[in-house]
DNA sequence: GTTAGCACTTAGGCATGTCGAGTGCTAACG
DNA sequence: CGTTAGCACTCGACATGCCTAAGTGCTAAC
């Protein structure tokens, strides 16, 4: 029995049941491609393989279907890279010239990755560490209330509404943004939590404690930013393949509506800067996934953001890889270095 | 044959098959329903019921569902409304409390809505109407490309990337953002059209261009906003009574994927300013929908932004209503007059 | 190590029979 | 004229039994 052959056949058994949904069986092997011996052969080759829990059978009398272990196996060692089809590199390329604002971008950018995969696409919201304060707003909604409006060079707002504890008035506001911003313009995201210590210091007394509350939420603002938010798209394309959640899709609408599951999956892997990283069925932390595949890469300037595109376990790994690395050089093209 | 008796018999339809999900015959009707009258009147109620098109019969021998037009009539004339329970109540009460941000509330209300409801929950971004211009700043992210943000003093902060169409510096993009903002600061939103052209006109005619593009693009800032914008929560729902979605959910995935279509769906319904309005099964102009039905309502201070649930067209109408009254009318009532 | 052959297992399709729910109709009743 | 009881009829749901096709595992031969 020859090991090499053994892989072949599992990436064999893999192909056919992702093109064919179906249990594929030894006659049926032999026929498709073009190995060079008998199906009885092959027989012996399958049984070695789900003795090591590569492949499993539903039922006595019918073909393999690939396990967990199988896919795992089959996308470390045995597929090839698919070059995306030049049609596919052409929608990706156009998408590039309506470049408009940020939300826009990833809007497109997950609507695309969903129809070049028919499968979920997610992009996470890039981190915002390399840009520099461009302008802070406070704007007085309430005697206590303040708006905080944060503009950074890259073309990124964020804004949050924050207490402050004591009641300020329209000049007191006024002085306040003023002192933030000619001590803070310029400053990088990144290093904004050392520099406000000192800006909050020399504020006069009676406002040190409204300005603390300011501070603290730009701290806010610029770290956690919207790293924790996510655009989605294509979860039609779950329900058009029912046939692939077999109890029901919902617990996968659920993982989905939680989105700090994904969130976290997201996080924990795509640890490796380079390459695609692929999460397959019970490997997911989360049981409604249990049956789904998630295929993820970082992008952006510091590759910290994560896209990626969620399937059923019996999806077309290659495909999808060479799909989500492409949308993620992309996006890390337009976004800037 | 009596017609208040049809009504009461079409009233107990709607009611046994929302709640059993299964065809109600004559003789379970009058069993769980106290009306005077043996089973074979209620058939001679039904048959007439059935002949006028309120509702149908499966197949030979099952009992009746109702129709589109059944379901109709019901909401139109038949149910009360129900009032909402005391847990409910306090739901939306303790939602009152930790108002933040505009997107926070907002997200936090189509939760609650889908979790009351056990459908699917959408709301429509409110008007900015009756802000003023609070702050404007221009950042310029390249030599023609200029980031836009406008702060009302709602609390709203809306964004947009323009190309100038000439090439601007610094000095020049800071002279801009100055007779700008002290022009228009305080002005309503809904008077920004008639305010822009006085301003561009003033500015030096070699950046006469410039201005009239920064002036395009605060007007479609401030009047298309975001009110084509909305926040969707509870798709899991939908999956979890797939038993109400015969063929599958696929088509009203995507029509909830295609905003489009619902934020078209949602301007045409509710005009009714006071009430709330219900599109069913067929009426709904989007073919994906055939199958379900959309109860929603305007609020916010002018009633132009709709608030809503969508679930299928056998669904607990007087409940879905009351859920959605009391939600749009807290909403109205948090983001204030 | 590979192959052919054979007995064995099982899902799925199909025909058949039975049961129960529900209808429509007719005739009788107040 | 509206209401009721009774009865024949229809049809889906379910269970049963049978058969076939697909596929396996094993053994013995090459």
Redesign the interface.
Known sequence: MSEPRKLEVLRAIVEDYVHSREPVGSKALVERHHLGVSSATIRNDMAALEDEGLITAPHTSAGRIPTDKGYRLFVDQISAVKPLSPAERKAIQSLLEGS??LDDVLDRTVRLLSQLTNQVAVVQYPHLSRATI??I?F?L?APRQV?L?L?A???K?E???IDVGQDLGEDAIAALRTHFLSSLAGTPLSRLGQSLPGVVFSVAPGQRAAAQALAHGLETLAHSSREDRMVM????N???S?VDFPL???PV??A??EQVVLLRLLSDMAQDPRGVTVSIGRENPYDGLAEASVVATAYGPDSTAKVGVLGPTRMDYPTTMAAVRAVARYLSRILGP
Do not use: M, P, Y
């Not at 798209?233 to 039609?236: F, I, L, M, S, Y």
């Open positions: 408009d604002d461009r302008h707003e704007v909604l708006l409006v503009i060079t890259t073309g707002v804004q949050r509404v798209a294509g979860t039609a779950l329900a058009r029912n029901s899709i919902g609408l659920e989905l509506e």
